[in-house]
């Protein structure tokens, strides 16, 4: 019969090295391949987090590394926090936020009481409404631009049909008014089906007994919607709204690839400002505060969602 492989390694295991493997406790050997992790967590993640937070608090600027580094305490952050700029950017971001959650949930939460139902073609639809989640941004927003262009833009023409106008009139992309609704839009189509899947997954852990058990009670389908499908998916739903406010609260790839920041100041979030700030103003120490307010602010509101979050799992 022969040997297996871990077998063979310790036999080529060195004495030396195998009474020092063996004369160490299960602690010690966790620690040990456990600490790796920790060291890259520590170098790709705390460290530029501390170093931010020293820059922070200084003049620095990237593009001049040999100019004199002045501490100037709370003054970067003392400039944000009454910056109007700053304050209209965040607006516009908590305008995203809520409307894209908005129509996530609501559309995800219908495409997956629809698929639960398991009808012929389940698996094939399944997978059709997924597909634009497998997407880059980079190749959604372009798919974007071209369906919003005046001339030749798909979605001009739908419009244009429902209410009778020219479609060349229609500039999604180039107005105040409409642009900020065309992220909302690109970003609903795109990140739907991953709120769908998630509670799919929530309409699919209930217990198919539970339902009998509120048809024998002679319980309508619509208090058992309101008494057991929707109490026993919230976690869920409010798991997948974490997921969506946090990744949209610094969205910026897909605007930039929509509008570029513009226009005005209707579509340019704070992730959007922040990168104006570090790398086109080159002020580095004041967007190193600015990045620091948006970090405390989203680990700040992650923290209260997740203790809601909590509760409404423990009842």
């Given at each position: 019969?022969?040997?297996?492989?871990?077998?063979?390694?310790?036999?080529?295991?060195?004495?030396?090295?195998?009474?020092?493997?063996?004369?160490?406790?299960?602690?010690?050997?966790?620690?040990?391949?456990?600490?790796?992790?920790?060291?890259?967590?520590?170098?790709?993640?705390?460290?530029?987090?501390?170093?931010?937070?020293?820059?922070s608090f200084t003049n620095f600027k990237a593009n001049r590394p040999n100019r004199e580094v002045e501490y100037i305490g709370l003054r970067n952050y003392e400039r944000i926090l009454t910056d109007s700029d700053i304050w209209l950017s965040m607006?516009?971001?908590?305008?995203?936020?809520?409307?894209?959650?908005?129509?996530?949930?609501?559309?995800?939460?219908?495409?997956?009481?629809?698929?639960?139902?398991?009808?012929?073609?389940?698996?094939?639809?399944?997978?059709?409404?997924?597909?634009?989640?497998?997407?880059?941004?980079?190749?959604?927003?372009?798919?974007?631009?071209?369906?919003?262009?005046?001339?030749?833009?798909?979605?001009?023409?739908?419009?244009?049909?429902?209410?009778?106008?020219?479609?060349?009139?229609?500039?999604?992309?180039?107005?105040?008014?409409?642009?900020?609704?065309?992220?909302?839009?690109?970003?609903?189509?795109?990140?739907?089906?991953?709120?769908?899947?998630?509670?799919?997954?929530?309409?699919?852990?209930?217990?198919?007994?539970?339902?009998?058990?509120?048809?024998?009670?002679?319980?309508?389908?619509?208090?058992?919607?309101?008494?057991?499908?929707?109490?026993?998916?919230?976690?869920?739903?409010?798991?997948?709204?974490?997921?969506?406010?946090?990744?949209?609260?610094?969205?910026?790839?897909?605007?930039?690839?929509?509008?570029?920041?513009?226009?005005?100041?209707?579509?340019?979030?704070?992730?959007?400002?922040?990168?104006?700030?570090?790398?086109?103003?080159?002020?580095?120490?004041?967007?190193?505060?600015?990045?620091?307010?948006?970090?405390?602010?989203?680990?700040?509101?992650?923290?209260?969602?997740?203790?809601?979050?909590?509760?409404?799992?423990?009842?």
């Amino acid at each position: 019969m022969s040997e297996s492989p871990i077998t063979r390694m310790a036999e080529a295991t060195p004495q030396p090295l195998a009474r020092k493997v063996r004369g160490l406790s299960d602690r010690a050997i966790a620690w040990i391949f456990v600490a790796p992790t920790i060291f890259l967590l520590l170098a790709v993640n705390i460290f530029p987090l501390i170093w931010t937070i020293n820059l922070s608090f200084t003049n620095f600027k990237a593009n001049r590394p040999n100019r004199e580094v002045e501490y100037i305490g709370l003054r970067n952050y003392e400039r944000i926090l009454t910056d109007s700029d700053i304050w209209l950017s965040m607006q516009a971001t908590a305008h995203f936020l809520f409307w894209t959650i908005f129509f996530q949930v609501l559309i995800g939460f219908t495409l997956a009481w629809l698929i639960n139902k398991k009808f012929k073609g389940n698996d094939l639809w399944t997978t059709i409404i997924v597909l634009p989640m497998m997407l880059s941004p980079a190749v959604v927003g372009n798919f974007w631009t071209f369906l919003y262009q005046p001339q030749i833009g798909l979605f001009n023409y739908v419009v244009a049909f429902f209410t009778g106008a020219d479609p060349s009139s229609f500039e999604m992309l180039g107005s105040v008014q409409l642009a900020p609704w065309a992220i909302v839009i690109v970003d609903t189509w795109m990140w739907t089906p991953f709120v769908m899947l998630i509670c799919l997954a929530g309409l699919r852990s209930i217990p198919d007994y539970i339902y009998e058990a509120a048809e024998i009670d002679r319980a309508s389908k619509w208090r058992q919607f309101w008494t057991i499908t929707v109490p026993m998916v919230m976690p869920f739903l409010m798991l997948a709204v974490l997921f969506r406010g946090i990744e949209n609260f610094k969205m910026f790839d897909l605007v930039v690839q929509l509008t570029g920041g513009g226009p005005g100041s209707t579509t340019e979030l704070a992730s959007i400002n922040l990168k104006r700030e570090a790398f086109e103003k080159w002020r580095t120490g004041y967007s190193s505060a600015f990045a620091i307010i948006l970090f405390v602010t989203v680990f700040g509101l992650a923290s209260i969602y997740v203790k809601a979050l909590n509760k409404v799992k423990d009842r």
